[in-house]
Nanobody
Framework: VQLVESGGGLVQAGGSLRLSCVAS????????MGWYRQALGKERELVAGITRAGSTNYVDSVKGRFTISRDNAKNTVYLQMGSLKPEDTGVYYC????????WGQGTQVTVSS
């Protein structure tokens, strides 16, 4: 199993970023996927999830600002992030909704005020 995240960077508050995660070694189309965030000194948290059927769910702090989507043909899950806030800063990872896959290296998102 390999998960490769990309798309992070440094952005000003109010800006946008689109994260991508390409998965290999799993049957992606039947895997419920999620995006996780780990801020410095804090535990990793699930911020957005998407089921195999396309149903989505979000943690309250990102509702209305983040959108998770998937492209099964490309084995890729995306996280479109808008109206970014400094508190969105952290390393973003993708994994299954249950976090049981091997973690990738993540992608750093830094939001400056």
């Amino acid at each position: 199993v390999q998960l490769v995240e990309s798309g992070g960077g440094l952005v000003q508050a109010g800006g946008s970023l689109r994260l991508s995660c390409v998965a290999s070694g799993i049957i992606f189309s039947i895997t419920d996927m999620g995006w996780y965030r780990q801020a410095l000194g804090k535990e990793r948290e699930l911020v957005a999830g998407i089921t195999r059927a396309g149903s989505t769910n979000y943690v309250d702090s990102v509702k209305g600002r983040f959108t998770i989507s998937r492209d099964n043909a490309k084995n890729t899950v995306y996280l479109q992030m808008g109206s970014l806030k400094p508190e969105d800063t952290g390393v973003y990872y993708c994994n299954s909704l249950y976090g049981e896959l091997s973690w990738g290296q993540g992608t750093q998102v830094t939001v400056s005020s």
